[in-house]
């Protein structure tokens, strides 16, 4: 089994970022996480109003936030393999169990991902799941999320991004999001 786990920026300032990183780690198969861009994408918005640049450059500095928090996750556990590329796992990739996706806009562009904040690392954790043919997607998020709520209405009540409904309307593999609470008791 091939799951991709999302893990918000916002675990962070929770502090859950470490216990749902280990979480994540004791699922059984093959787990890709993405993670979210965190307080560092925040300074991108914050950048971006200040000095009103455009949706490509704060698209891509989102990403750069994205790759910061995979190597801030990296470093809490440093057993974590970096997956740069979708296309790159592969049977000699795959030697860990748990990899952590390294975002890279050449792919990103390649794949025709538009530049703007309404894709955020949640859709693009439904992109990168049906790009490995994942079996799952577990979207793990700070917000109150009552159990068993469908995607369509979590998106309607913004708590996925506007985008989402994009790359996962047409996926073969099982969506599910949770709050980090509930994703911490999961046996799954």
């Known amino acids: 089994m091939i799951r991709v786990v999302k893990l918000g920026g916002s675990l962070l300032e929770t502090a859950a970022l470490p216990l ?3 979480a994540a780690m004791r699922l059984p198969g093959l787990t890709v996480i993405v993670p979210g861009g965190g ?9 971006q109003r200040r ?3 455009g949706e490509v450059a704060a698209h891509r ?3 750069l936030a994205m790759q910061q928090m995979a190597e801030l996750m990296r470093g809490l556990l440093p057993e974590l393999e970096i997956l740069s590329a979708a296309d790159s796992l ?7 169990k748990t990899l952590v996706w390294l975002p890279q806009i050449a792919e990103l562009d390649a794949a025709g991902i538009p530049a703007s904040w ?29 159990a068993g709520t469908a995607w369509p209405e ?25 709050n980090k609470d509930d994703f911490l008791f999961r046996h799954d």
């Open 154 to 178: 979590l998106q309607r009540q913004g708590i996925l991004d506007p985008a989402f409904a994009r790359f996962a309307n047409a996926a073969s593999f099982k969506i599910t999001v949770v």
């Open 90 to 96: 592969t049977a000699a990739a795959v030697s860990a």
């Open 61 to 63: 500095m989102a990403l």
């Open 39 to 47: 307080p560092f994408a925040d300074q991108v918005r914050t950048a």
């Open 20 to 22: 749902c990183l280990a």
């Open 118 to 146: 309404d894709i955020t690392s949640d859709s693009l954790a439904a992109w990168l799941a049906g790009r490995i043919a994942a079996d799952a997607l577990v979207v793990v998020k700070s917000a109150p999320i009552t």
């Open 51 to 53: 000095y009103r640049f």
